[in-house]
């Protein structure tokens, strides 16, 4: 044990003055002098921490894992064995940037082993990037990421529902709730005849608030995201037109993630739900029905936020 309250192996070299109690520290460690240590964190064999680091409490740094200037992890990080950081967008031998790029892996967020993080990106909240996988973009809270380049292939925490999901029989019309706070699932009319299929909404009863505006949005390509939002007031109906696409919505305690694949489905998101689309086939078209103009007033855009404020409603 090292003064300070923190264990030390015999064979770690840990220049800095800043290690918080309870942090163990394993063999052939190296700590530059200007790295800042939380408490209750755990290094593991053959890592190397340089001076303009920040590293949280409860960090755990499996082997062989090199954490260069510009590098925060906050609070409740894992880094699998020899995941790869960077710092320099053009690296040269003997050239050094005057400030390196900044790169920040958000609470609760876990990294996996052989993963290789490019400069100066978020890892949001609780996100997961996938063993190998190379993230050359930044990462939203709670998305699973993997493959090179790393792509969105789900979010922790929020299963799926299928349109056949939506009622315990498939042509019923009708509502169903989530667990998701507010939001609700409604299958359509559906009206089949020689001439084609037909399928309809009303206001005040399928649609339930007056619709001020819509939106469509189609031509999407299936590797990008929409959405990563939240609306103080606005209540928006989501319908997948044409094709399919994915829904994560969450209320700040529980997310849940649709597949929104037939125009006979609808979902409603109330206000101060998180929603995000992904996943989007390339023929899909998403109509958006709104209860209001656009304000932009109205977004909640950072889910640091968004999380701040559903515990303030509480």
């Known amino acids: 044990m090292a003064d300070g309250g923190f264990f030390k192996h015999e064979t770690a070299i840990v220049e800095s003055p800043s290690v918080g109690a309870g942090t163990r520290i394993w063999a052939f460690v190296h700590i530059l002098p200007g790295a800042v240590i939380g408490a209750a964190c755990n290094i593991c064999d053959q890592t190397f ?28 990080v894992f880094v699998g064995p020899n995941a790869t950081f960077s710092n320099d967008h053009f690296p040269r031998s003997g050239q050094h940037p005057e400030r390196y790029a900044r790169t920040l892996v958000k609470r609760g967020a876990s990294i996996g082993a052989n993963a290789t993080i490019l400069p100066g990106l978020t890892i949001g909240e609780k996100a997961m990037v996938g063993a190998g996988a190379v993230v050359t973009s930044n990462v939203p809270p709670m998305a699973i990421v993997a493959g090179n ?10 299963g799926s529902v299928s349109a056949e999901a939506v009622s315990t029989t498939s042509a019923e019309v009708g509502v169903s709730a989530t667990r998701v706070a507010g939001v609700t699932l409604h299958r359509l ?46 209540h928006q109906f989501l319908i997948c037109v044409h094709g399919r696409c994915h829904v994560v919505a969450d209320d700040g305690t529980l997310r849940q993630e649709f597949v929104l694949d037939s125009p006979t489905i609808g979902l409603l998101l109330p206000p101060m739900v998180w929603g995000i689309q992904y996943k989007y086939s390339e023929d899909a078209v998403m109509l958006v029905l709104a209860s209001n103009k656009y304000d932009p007033g109205s977004y909640i855009r950072d889910y640091s936020e968004f999380l701040k404020l559903v515990k303030a409603a509480q």
Do not use: M
Not at 50 to 69: P, S
């Open 149 to 158: 380049p790393a792509r969105i292939v789900g979010y922790d925490g929020a």
């Open 189 to 234: 009319p559906h009206v089949h005849d020689l001439r084609g299929n037909l399928t309809f909404g009303e206001i005040a009863d399928q649609i339930p608030f007056e619709v001020k505006r819509y939106f469509l949005v189609y031509g999407v390509a299936s590797k990008e995201i929409r959405g990563e939002h939240a609306h103080r007031s606005l």
């Open 49 to 76: 921490i340089e001076n303009d680091v920040r590293i949280g409490d409860r960090v755990t740094i499996k082997c062989g894992v090199q954490v260069w200037d510009g590098i925060t992890l906050e609070d409740d």
